[in-house]
């Protein structure tokens, strides 16, 4: 059984201007001890996707489909009962350097919170825990004491993935947790996510714009496009062997060094990725696609098969129906 | 002086065009007033602690690190933007004066693409004037071939790739995507017609799928028009995709330089090595990583400033070789071992692999 | 290469017509276009749609009493009326001690209130500024030097300082527009201070020097119009602080005898017992009309700061 399942999730937001449609219609599945990658750029959902699972957004927005959580139904608990699976169901690391921890409160506090208001332990042995939890993240546990000023970006956002870890959850949804670190710093907070995962046998949804950082780290990959998933399989095959021309443009961003072909030859896509309240017609990456075909603009693309445990949702997908010409 | 020919084989490369020679860059530190009463002094961050290169007509030259090894502070004082204590930079054989004012013409040759195509702009200006700002202050009334201002805005968004030009003069920057403001950026330091581009992380804040656009934009005016550039990025993958030639940079020094096929591919300095270890690849996490954070430039080690987190010291190679006492303890330079390749680490001399 | 997408903006100006395009057309454009943005945005907001209409009042009153001098409405045409009469209709708000209309009297006051409050903070909003722009783009020794003078002025009890000057300088209208002027730009410095000091951090500041602008250059054309909105946020509120000011110096008797403001008339109402004759109008109108004033403009200033807010303004 999975440990999370995401069935036609949509995500709408309620803004002055409108109703901004974010996520419009994504499924995937999650089992235990499973990494899967989220990609994807600005404006694609990916992080309207983290906030959903925990039901974070204001009240405005509007949520449809189904996600189940350690087989509960997470948009249809109430109250009380979704505060008690926040952080212990799930928990999420943010880009933690920014603002996600109190400035003014020690870091061993911060950790102890989340302890607490599980009602995971009381007082001492919450500190206790939490000494233990930054050990296993890497940091000397007298650094409880400390304030978040007095950590370096490597280290605050250890503090961040041993909160993630306070109340033992079954699922870690990792929001671009690496992306203002030093390339070096980098490598030792993956690192550490990745042996952490694999000990603990958690789940882990990655998500990020970074696509070269999620090959290495997931099992199993979705690139996201204009709120959908446009192609998902096993993260090294979707990487290497792209079947939708946007994955195959992405890929191309983040060169290999050594690979002769991306030598003095950047490739990239004109155009912009849509504003979500102006979806191009029929195939949202139509406008910008290099393999474009005539019955682009209006069809509306599944995820078809595209090769063993492969789907794309792109004409040219192996799967993909055999469509009319608009015009002989 | 690098002979054309012997760079990585790519002989368009002319002559030397920005020089620049045992510069120095310090940040004062600073203490509060009561500790400074009490004698303390504040120590100064050596940002940039004698760094020599050479940037060539027609090249693109890669400045790459980590945060906090000076790679910004430098190409900003190739600009002009901030003082050296030491060191000068030569711009086509000419010194450059301190003084503000005298720096003037030179700023027309030498242009700068910041990192943070939003912050760039200023939101109250529309896109005619900023690119038209450059123009203004140097009071270029009229251009090479007789064109009037709005010509020469029109051409130099042209060939950003903003087309057609007059459908942008109106518009304020919050109504262009990420990749359509940083051509904007571009394209006001190309109506100068400058010889020089200096680019600090051009694309990192943008989407990932248009980088290559800007990217392959940069290259063209290398092309096109001879506009020489110095990329500063953290990105080897980057440096890969366009440079020359890499710079390697470690707490204020070059510590690795040389045509980009041979850098990136052979390193010859542990630090290199263990930045490419560390470029993620398919395949997992199972690699040598480097331990701690980088370092702080107000303490700057003793010896080799790389040796307290060098694999090859900690590994105990550095001993069994013998430099292990001079690694710790006698600081030293760039030495040549190639032909266009530059080095600084004990190993070379000892032929050795890092 | 692919020809680039212009992102669909709803209100993108007509493309320029083929002929002429100079840069002070496009300046012009540029400004008629932020200005009827301005507008738009400013017409959605009530409350400083209230308060504009109560200002278009009091201005026009203001006008009309320099234009319009029929000899019922000019003051100094005394003894026109029956002395401390009720409201009727030949003096809708009844008259004073010397039988003037309490209604002309109020109207020619407008004039000068208004005027005061506006030269006032005039003063005060390009004094403030100055020494803002100057302290915060400078900074180390002119941005120490000028903080503390700064600090003196905020700190002088201006009341003290106001009876001072008067009993020095004599009681004249400039004299109270400088005692004003002198009060509030201290405020006005600091706040213009901490906005240069965050806008001279902007990547745009330094790509303007990177181009080879002179530091002229860079605060006329990149520091002064980034900070404009704020000043002019700050100064319409102002405004309100010298008119309620200058009615409590008058009040105190320090005002300027030969002109009538509002705050005259209540020292006069007050000083000859209009309370304890029960002729409340002649009090109360002057009052009615500085807290209506003070009201319009803190209700536009209030509006204009909504608008003026950079994180509502750049996306």
Same mark, same amino acid.
């Given at each position: 059984?999975?440990?999370?399942?995401?069935?036609?999730?949509?995500?709408?937001?309620?803004?002055?201007?409108?109703?901004?449609?974010?996520?419009?219609?994504?499924?995937?599945?999650?089992?235990?001890?499973?990494?899967?990658?989220?990609?994807?750029?600005?404006?694609?959902?990916?992080?309207?996707?983290?906030?959903?699972?925990?039901?974070?957004?204001?009240?405005?927005?509007?949520?449809?489909?189904?996600?189940?959580?350690?087989?509960?139904?997470?948009?249809?608990?109430?109250?009380?009962?979704?505060?008690?699976?926040?952080?212990?169901?799930?928990?999420?690391?943010?880009?933690?350097?920014?603002?996600?921890?109190?400035?003014?409160?020690?870091?061993?506090?911060?950790?102890?919170?989340?302890?607490?208001?599980?009602?995971?332990?009381?007082?001492?042995?919450?500190?206790?825990?939490?000494?233990?939890?930054?050990?296993?993240?890497?940091?000397?546990?007298?650094?409880?004491?400390?304030?978040?000023?007095?950590?370096?970006?490597?280290?605050?956002?250890?503090?961040?993935?041993?909160?993630?870890?306070?109340?033992?959850?079954?699922?870690? $949804?990792?929001?671009?947790?690496?992306?203002?670190?030093?390339?070096?710093?980098?490598?030792?907070?993956?690192?550490?996510?990745?042996?952490?995962?694999?000990?603990?046998?958690?789940?882990?949804?990655?998500?990020?714009?970074?696509?070269?950082?999620?090959?290495?780290?997931?099992?199993?990959?979705?690139?996201?496009?204009?709120?959908? $998933?446009?192609?998902?399989?096993?993260?090294?095959?979707?990487?290497?062997?792209?079947?939708?021309?946007?994955?195959?443009?992405?890929?191309?961003?983040?060169?290999?060094?050594?690979?002769?072909?991306?030598?003095?030859?950047?490739?990239?896509?004109?155009?912009?990725?849509?504003?979500?309240?102006?979806?191009?017609?029929?195939?949202?990456?139509?406008?910008?696609?290099?393999?474009?075909?005539?019955?682009?603009?209006?069809?509306?693309?599944?995820?078809?098969?595209?090769?063993?445990?492969?789907?794309?949702?792109?004409?040219?997908?192996?799967?993909?129906?055999?469509?009319?010409?608009?015009?002989? | 002086?690098?002979?054309?020919?012997?760079?990585?084989?790519?002989?368009?490369?002319?002559?030397?065009?920005?020089?620049?020679?045992?510069?120095?860059?310090?940040?004062?530190?600073?203490?509060?007033?009561?500790?400074?009463?009490?004698?303390?002094?504040?120590?100064? %961050?050596?940002?940039?602690?004698?760094?020599?290169?050479?940037?060539?007509?027609?090249?693109?030259?890669?400045?790459?690190?980590?945060?906090?090894?000076?790679?910004?502070?430098?190409?900003? %004082?190739?600009?002009?933007?901030?003082?050296?204590?030491?060191?000068?930079?030569?711009?086509?054989?000419?010194?450059?004066?301190?003084?503000?004012?005298?720096?003037?013409?030179?700023?027309?040759?030498?242009?700068?693409?910041?990192?943070?195509?939003?912050?760039?702009?200023?939101?109250?200006?529309?896109?005619?004037?900023?690119?038209?700002?450059?123009?203004?202050?140097?009071?270029?009334?009229?251009?090479?071939?007789?064109?009037?201002?709005?010509?020469?805005?029109?051409?130099?968004?042209?060939? %950003?790739?903003?087309?057609?030009?007059?459908?942008?003069?109106?518009?304020?920057?919050?109504?262009?995507?990420?990749?359509?403001?940083?051509?904007?950026?571009?394209?006001? %330091?190309?109506?100068?017609?400058?010889?020089?581009?200096?680019?600090?992380?051009?694309?990192?804040?943008?989407?990932?799928?248009?980088?290559?656009?800007?990217?392959?934009?940069?290259?063209?005016?290398?092309?096109?028009?001879?506009?020489?550039?110095?990329?500063?990025?953290?990105?080897?993958?980057?440096?890969?995709?366009?440079?020359?030639?890499?710079?390697?940079?470690?707490?204020?020094?070059?510590?690795?330089?040389?045509?980009?096929?041979?850098?990136?591919?052979?390193?010859?300095?542990?630090?290199?090595?263990?930045?490419?270890?560390?470029?993620?690849?398919?395949?997992?996490?199972?690699?040598?990583?480097?331990?701690?954070?980088?370092?702080?430039?107000?303490?700057?080690?003793?010896?080799?400033?790389?040796?307290?987190?060098?694999?090859?010291?900690?590994?105990?190679?550095?001993?069994?070789?013998?430099?292990?006492?001079?690694?710790?303890?006698?600081?030293?330079?760039?030495?040549?071992?190639?032909?266009?390749?530059?080095?600084?680490?004990?190993?070379?001399?000892?032929?050795?692999?890092? | 290469?692919?020809?680039?997408?212009?992102?669909?903006?709803?209100?993108?100006?007509?493309?320029?017509?083929?002929?002429?395009?100079?840069?002070?057309?496009?300046?012009?454009?540029?400004?008629?276009?932020?200005?009827?943005?301005?507008?738009?945005?400013?017409?959605?907001?009530?409350?400083? #749609?209230?308060?504009?209409?109560?200002?278009?009042?009091?201005?026009?009153?203001?006008?009309?009493?320099?234009?319009?001098?029929?000899?019922?409405?000019?003051?100094?045409?005394?003894?026109?009326?029956?002395?401390?009469?009720?409201?009727?209709?030949?003096?809708?708000?009844?008259?004073?001690?010397?039988?003037?209309?309490?209604?002309?009297?109020?109207?020619?006051?407008?004039?000068?209130?208004?005027?005061?409050?506006?030269?006032?903070?005039?003063?005060?909003?390009?004094?403030?500024?100055?020494?803002?722009?100057?302290?915060?783009?400078?900074?180390?020794?002119?941005?120490?030097?000028?903080?503390?003078?700064?600090?003196?002025?905020?700190?002088?009890?201006?009341?003290?300082?106001?009876?001072?000057?008067?009993?020095?300088?004599?009681?004249?209208?400039?004299?109270?527009?400088?005692?004003?002027?002198?009060?509030?730009?201290?405020?006005?410095?600091?706040?213009?201070?901490?906005?240069?000091?965050?806008?001279?951090?902007?990547?745009?500041?330094?790509?303007?020097?990177?181009?080879?602008?002179?530091?002229?250059?860079?605060?006329?054309?990149?520091?002064?119009?980034?900070?404009?909105?704020?000043?002019?946020?700050?100064?319409?509120?102002?405004?309100?602080?010298?008119? #309620?000011?200058?009615?409590?110096?008058?009040?105190?008797?320090?005002?300027?005898? #030969?002109?009538?403001?509002?705050?005259?008339?209540?020292?006069?109402?007050?000083?000859?017992?209009?309370?304890?004759?029960?002729?409340?109008?002649?009090?109360?109108?002057?009052?009615?009309?500085?807290?209506?004033?003070?009201?319009?403009?803190?209700?536009?200033?209030?509006?204009?700061?909504?608008?003026?807010?950079?994180?509502?303004?750049?996306?």
């Amino acid at each position: 059984m999975s440990v999370l399942s995401v069935r036609d999730l949509e995500v709408t937001y309620s803004t002055k201007g409108g109703d901004v449609p974010a996520v419009r219609g994504v499924s995937f599945d999650i089992g235990k001890g499973e990494v899967l990658g989220l990609a994807g750029e600005s404006g694609c959902g990916k992080s309207t996707i983290a906030g959903a699972i925990l039901r974070l957004h204001a009240a405005q927005t509007k949520i449809g489909g189904a996600i189940t959580l350690d087989g509960e139904d997470v948009l249809g608990l109430s109250p009380g009962k979704l505060r008690a699976t926040r952080w212990t169901g799930a928990s999420i690391v943010f880009q933690g350097a920014l603002h996600t921890l109190n400035p003014v409160q020690k870091v061993g506090d911060q950790i102890v919170e989340a302890i607490t208001v599980h009602h995971m332990a009381a007082d001492k042995e919450a500190y206790v825990r939490a000494g233990a939890l930054l050990e296993q993240v890497g940091l000397p546990p007298r650094r409880i004491d400390d304030y978040p000023h007095e950590l370096s970006g490597g280290q605050k956002q250890r503090v961040m993935i041993a909160m993630a870890l306070a109340c033992s959850p079954s699922l870690i $949804i990792a929001d671009e947790p690496t992306t203002a670190l030093d390339v070096m710093v980098q490598a030792q907070v993956l690192k550490l996510l990745r042996s952490l995962q694999n000990d603990l046998g958690l789940a882990m949804l990655f998500i990020t714009h970074d696509l070269s950082v999620l090959v290495e780290v997931s099992d199993r990959l979705a690139i996201m496009y204009a709120g959908k $998933i446009v192609e998902e399989g096993a993260a090294t095959e979707v990487f290497h062997t792209p079947v939708h021309p946007y994955t195959k443009a992405l890929a191309a961003a983040f060169p290999q060094i050594g690979d002769p072909r991306f030598r003095r030859h950047p490739s990239g896509l004109g155009g912009d990725p849509p504003d979500p309240q102006h979806i191009p017609s029929g195939c949202p990456f139509h406008p910008r696609c290099a393999e474009v075909t005539d019955v682009c603009p209006e069809i509306d693309p599944q995820l078809w098969e595209a090769g063993a445990g492969r789907r794309a949702a792109c004409v040219h997908a192996v799967g993909a129906p055999a469509f009319e010409a608009s015009q002989p | 002086m690098i002979d054309p020919a012997e760079v990585g084989g790519v002989p368009q490369i002319g002559p030397p065009v920005v020089e620049v020679d045992d510069l120095e860059v310090n940040f004062k530190g600073r203490v509060g007033f009561i500790a400074g009463l009490m004698g303390r002094k504040g120590y100064d %961050a050596k940002a940039v602690d004698g760094v020599s290169l050479t940037l060539h007509e027609g090249e693109v030259l890669a400045l790459a690190g980590e945060s906090g090894c000076g790679k910004t502070t430098t190409a900003r %004082a190739i600009m002009g933007l901030i003082v050296p204590e030491k060191g000068t930079i030569r711009f086509k054989g000419k010194v450059l004066p301190r003084a503000v004012g005298a720096l003037r013409p030179y700023r027309r040759q030498v242009q700068m693409v910041f990192q943070d195509p939003t912050a760039s702009l200023n939101p109250r200006q529309t896109i005619y004037e900023i690119v038209a700002e450059g123009l203004r202050i140097h009071n270029v009334n009229e251009g090479p071939n007789g064109e009037g201002e709005e010509q020469l805005v029109a051409q130099a968004l042209s060939r %950003a790739g903003l087309r057609p030009p007059e459908r942008f003069y109106l518009l304020y920057p919050h109504e262009l995507s990420g990749g359509q403001r940083q051509r904007v950026v571009i394209a006001g %330091a190309l109506v100068l017609d400058p010889s020089v581009i200096v680019a600090d992380e051009p694309v990192s804040n943008l989407d990932a799928s248009v980088r290559g656009e800007i990217l392959a934009l940069l290259m063209k005016f290398l092309e096109e028009l001879r506009i020489s550039i110095l990329i500063v990025t953290h990105d080897l993958g980057l440096a890969w995709t366009v440079a020359d030639r890499v710079a390697v940079m470690y707490l204020g020094r070059v510590v690795e330089i040389g045509p980009a096929e041979e850098v990136l591919q052979r390193p010859k300095h542990p630090y290199t090595k263990a930045l490419l270890n560390v470029v993620p690849k398919a395949g997992g996490t199972e690699r040598p990583i480097l331990q701690g954070e980088p370092p702080d430039p107000t303490r700057i080690p003793a010896g080799c400033r790389f040796h307290p987190r060098c694999p090859v010291v900690a590994t105990g190679r550095a001993e069994r070789l013998g430099i292990l006492g001079r690694c710790t303890g006698e600081d030293l330079a760039l030495d040549q071992i190639a032909p266009g390749h530059d080095v600084a680490c004990y190993l070379t001399e000892l032929g050795e692999e890092p | 290469m692919k020809t680039e997408t212009i992102p669909p903006v709803t209100d993108l100006p007509p493309p320029l017509p083929p002929k002429k395009v100079s840069p002070s057309r496009i300046r012009w454009l540029r400004r008629r276009r932020a200005l009827t943005r301005f507008w738009a945005q400013f017409r959605t907001n009530k409350m400083g #749609l209230a308060g504009l209409v109560i200002l278009l009042f009091f201005i026009g009153m203001a006008i009309f009493s320099v234009f319009a001098n029929p000899d019922r409405l000019d003051p100094t045409i005394t003894t026109n009326g029956p002395v401390l009469a009720g409201p009727s209709w030949a003096y809708p708000l009844g008259t004073d001690r010397d039988g003037i209309s309490v209604l002309s009297l109020v109207v020619e006051g407008s004039r000068t209130s208004l005027f005061v409050g506006l030269t006032a903070s005039l003063i005060s909003m390009v004094l403030g500024s100055a020494v803002g722009i100057w302290s915060g783009y400078r900074g180390a020794f002119s941005d120490v030097v000028l903080m503390r003078v700064t600090d003196a002025f905020l700190v002088i009890p201006w009341l003290a300082l106001a009876i001072v000057l008067a009993a020095v300088f004599g009681q004249n209208l400039w004299v109270i527009i400088f005692i004003i002027g002198l009060t509030s730009w201290a405020g006005t410095s600091r706040l213009v201070r901490a906005q240069v000091l965050s806008v001279k951090e902007r990547t745009y500041i330094e790509r303007s020097r990177a181009l080879g602008g002179s530091d002229w250059h860079v605060v006329s054309r990149h520091v002064l119009p980034n900070v404009m909105p704020v000043i002019f946020a700050n100064t319409i509120l102002t405004i309100a602080i010298a008119i #309620l000011s200058e009615s409590a110096l008058s009040f105190l008797g320090l005002g300027d005898p #030969l002109h009538v403001t509002w705050g005259t008339i209540i020292e006069d109402a007050f000083s000859h017992g209009a309370l304890s004759l029960d002729k409340p109008l002649w009090l109360l109108a002057p009052s009615a009309c500085i807290v209506l004033v003070v009201l319009g403009f803190t209700m536009v200033g209030f509006a204009m700061d909504e608008i003026v807010n950079p994180r509502i303004r750049e996306r």
